[in-house]
């Protein structure tokens, strides 16, 4: 079976509806999309490999699954509503058992955030998924990175350090652990980023560690610093049976967490189902408070690609 | 150096204007694009893969050229204007002698075609280059694959075959001729989609063999057929110069010509630069005109990518 063939089989779903704006869908050299009339548009791609973003042995479904999580995490935390995606997979060989399950994973995830498959290609090679996804925002009303300030409380959505220990777990065998459930199907509230559209300050995507992608905002926020409340962070019960010595490095550094980070600028409760974990302040660095009291500038650390 | 300085270095322009309708470009979890009012978007995603879609020795300004030429090559053969690309790179190390090169090869295409970058990613893994580019054509008026009628004359842009010779050429060593300067940077008329909007009748972008991408045409237009005259293709010196039985196979099913394909409906004179290869006809197959007047049916082949 050829490329065209297996995109025929795999990824044109002619009984489903087109998705909204979408005019022309997989099938010719490019998608013809009609964008939301005065919208601003919000577009990310992203390239996991297999082997260093999620493990080779993956099942097929849950990699068509956290393939499209990564991308959606970035969608929601601009706060823009998911619209079109274009996928690119390289696989060894044309394997229909894997692209039959990797499909079943990506769509069930389309289908519940609203995001329609337009386009793309399928090639051979080393095990890949890049994912190009685009949402909409009301003009001026994204969240960015830029919008932290000293005072505005620090808050987020998820549970970080669940990425990190969901890979050890899969690596030990353990794969039906919540936490490597969310290593292979990263999940989060859908509804989370635009309920900050208007009211959070800065938001961010936590996928390299919470530490690193909070430096993110801070930096880009003009250089601010910020104090993290340790015993306040969100945790599973898998990280809470763990020692202190061995969850605080996994929740603050490691990868994977997919939860959306966020600065608050005043006194109005926080959305349900987020955590308010500490503050923002004038200046750097990052100072962790520990349970008994005392604080502690933080190091540098996170997930780094290179 | 780490993923966020890379990016820095090599892909932030900040003394360059950020492009039509960039809000927000590189730097935050997506990029921020507001779309030119009442236009409908062309958009694309290709995957090339070092050793597969390019040989491993491409110098790496060459590949930096030639991964955003196959994207741009799809917008032209669309009929859009080119507006917005994202960019995934992955590569063994963090190579800054490559990312230097192939920063420049991509920068000097995407400047003379109008198209800004505005955002993606750099990881480690094995060389490989995703390029999302984005387009706008007035509602209605994109070139589609759909578009052909039995009696339009069939028409190319480009030289097919070079792409074909090319790959020959380079790994026998001899890397200055025509066609593998083609092979490393594919070169095609910027203006010629935007010439056909309007006026062509079908068209697509050949880049895995003539014949094939022909076939894709007279598929999408409900099953048609095709008469193709083979003295009339054109060729670069270095074709010219082969034997008929090596030359017809290489320009009929050889891949990476990025030539334009097109149909035409009535008797206006072709636009410039394009030749006049054949007519379309009530039903298949593709017959082949041979100079010396006799036809044969043509024989299914091109580039798979399985």
Redesign the interface.
Known sequence: ????A?IERYFRRPDQPPGDGV??GP?????????P?GD????????S?GG??FPDDLPAADVGHRCLAVNLS??Y??G?RPL?F???V?LP??DEAWLAGFAQGLFDLADRAGIAL?????????L?V?I?A??A?T?GR?L???GARAGQRLAIGGVPGQGGLGLRHWQAGERASVSARHLARPAFPLDLGAALVGRAGA???VSDGLLQDLG?ILK?SGGLGAELDLATLPVNEELAALDEADRYPLQLTGGDDYCLLFTWPDARPLPPGTSDIGMITEKGPILLRYPDGRTEPARPGGW???
């Open positions: 079976m050829d490329e065209f297996l005019v022309l099938g010719d050299d490019a998608a013809l999309l009609l964008p009339a601003e548009l919000v577009m990310t791609l992203d390239t490999l260093h973003h970035d969608l935390a601009m823009a079109w274009l996928l690119s390289t060989q044309a337009v386009g793309g290609d399928v090639t051979r090679g080393p890949s890049s190009q685009t949402g925002v003009p994204a960015r990175r830029s938001a961010i995507d993110h880009a780094r690609h290179f």
